[in-house]
């Protein structure tokens, strides 16, 4: 039996022909036979395909291949190209719909003005000199740079989590004013592969905040090297029919049932076809069209 893989990478580059891009990568996956969703822009590409195991070697091969991608960082995870509904290979204005691409400056070196890079070891490094500092604002804040029902089910210890439904809101939030306390403190972005933090640090440095920093790789990287023995706990969202994944067998179960309260990971829409809300639900609850609902009342 064959193996499958998905693999998940970005890269910030300036790319002078998106459609020709977009046009080459849909040719390239629809021979490998691999489904996914691919995102590019003037700014680069964003991608996440799954498959046969050779297939995608040989995609990632072939992707490496574009000058500007040479040195895409790929990370590799379990699953098949039948995680994916289809192949979607489109042109957008941003790789991350934050509302300002012409907030965005990408050079070939990738996001201009954005946060330091931490590594996972670094990142321990960095908590533990706060730690030892004793001064309250020297400790880390980790600021969740995904949308805030991931992190119903995982995030890092005490981190901040915005109230956010899409990356659109994060401006909005940035720019309230309740954040204003961290614009002085060391703030550590994170998202699942690291491209939405990799924005994100770039459009709080222009707002004020002076000590940011992203992690490398992001969570995808992070687990990789700790499993659950460092300072992340639950299980990682991801945007496929596989819904979430564990970095290993002693993840914490963080989620909630939104009926009962019983502890799941397990994301499910709404049975209401008016309403299909993505809320947690446990497996009890997710049996029966009457429990998989909306307890107070479907949003219209």
Request: charged share 30%; with cysteine; aromatic share 8%.
């Amino acid at each position: 039996m064959a193996l499958h893989r998905i693999v998940l990478f970005y890269c910030f580059t300036p790319l002078p022909d998106p459609e020709a891009v977009r046009l080459w990568q849909r040719t390239l996956c629809e021979g490998l036979g691999l489904k996914g969703r691919i995102i590019v822009s003037r700014d680069g590409i964003n991608a996440t395909a799954g498959g046969e195991l050779d297939a995608v070697k040989r995609y990632v091969r072939a992707t490496k291949e574009y000058p500007g991608f040479r040195d895409i960082d790929v990370k590799w995870s379990e699953g098949t190209a039948e995680d994916f509904p289809r192949l979607s290979v489109k042109v957008r204005p941003e790789l991350v719909s934050f509302g300002a691409p012409d907030e965005l400056e990408v050079g070939p070196g990738g996001v201009v003005g954005g946060g330091a890079r931490l590594s996972p070891h670094e990142l321990h490094e960095l908590v533990a000199t706060g730690a030892e500092d004793g001064d309250p604002r020297r400790e880390v804040v980790f600021f969740d740079g995904r949308n805030a029902f991931e992190a119903q089910i995982g995030r890092f210890k005490g981190a901040v989590v915005p109230d956010t439904s899409t990356t659109h809101d994060f401006l909005a939030e940035l720019d309230s004013g309740k954040y204003d306390d961290l614009k002085h403190r060391p703030v550590v972005t994170y998202c699942t592969g690291g491209i939405r933090c990799e924005v994100l640090t770039a459009h709080m440095r222009r707002r004020g905040f002076r000590e940011v920093y992203q992690l490398d790789g992001g969570i995808v990287r992070y687990g990789e090297t700790f499993k659950d023995g460092g300072l992340w706990e639950g299980s990682l969202y991801v945007f496929d029919r596989r819904m979430h994944l564990e970095f290993s067998e002693e993840a914490t179960t963080m989620g909630r049932c939104i009926r009962c309260d019983a502890p799941t990971s397990e994301f499910h829409n709404c049975s209401d076809p008016a309403c299909r809300q993505l809320t947690l639900y446990c497996s009890d609850c997710a049996a029966s069209p009457e429990t998989l609902r909306c307890p107070d009342g479907c949003i219209a």
